[in-house]
């Protein structure tokens, strides 16, 4: 079973920028993604972004279009979350998972907190 950590974490201003990673040991299926979830201080767990470890195909939520950015490093085992234009709704756990489709994570990290203060 692949196992995930998170890291990148902290307190920063709104409009600020944090970078996220996520390091897989062990090998990840060329058939599975890798996604971020997060979940805000009395709020269920939601989807923000995934990426695919094969090809080049990505998928972000709505809320995070256009200021979250996915990517992978399949040499490092890493995927990366680029957060900019952050806001203070941003502010939750983040965590990142892995498995055959967004609904069927199988593996999950431990996560990261992320704080935006306004």
């Known amino acids: 079973q692949v196992q995930l950590v998170e890291s990148g974490g902290g307190l920063v201003q709104a409009g600020g920028s944090l970078r996220l990673s996520c390091a897989a040991s062990?090998?990840?299926?060329?058939?599975?993604?890798v996604g971020w979830f997060r979940q805000g201080p009395e709020k269920e767990r939601e989807f923000i972004a995934a990426?695919?470890?094969?090809?080049?195909?990505?998928s972000y939520s709505d809320s995070v279009k256009g200021r979250f950015t996915i990517s992978r490093d399949n040499v490092k085992n890493t995927v990366y979350l680029q957060m900019n234009s952050l806001k203070p709704e941003d502010t939750a756990v983040y965590y990142c998972?892995?498995?055959?489709?967004?609904?069927?994570?199988?593996?999950w990290g431990q996560g990261t907190q992320v704080t935006v203060s306004s």
């Open positions: 990426v695919y470890w094969s090809g080049s195909r990505t």
């Open positions: 998972a892995v498995g055959p489709s967004i609904t069927t994570m199988n593996s």
């Open positions: 062990g090998r990840i299926p060329i058939n599975y993604g």
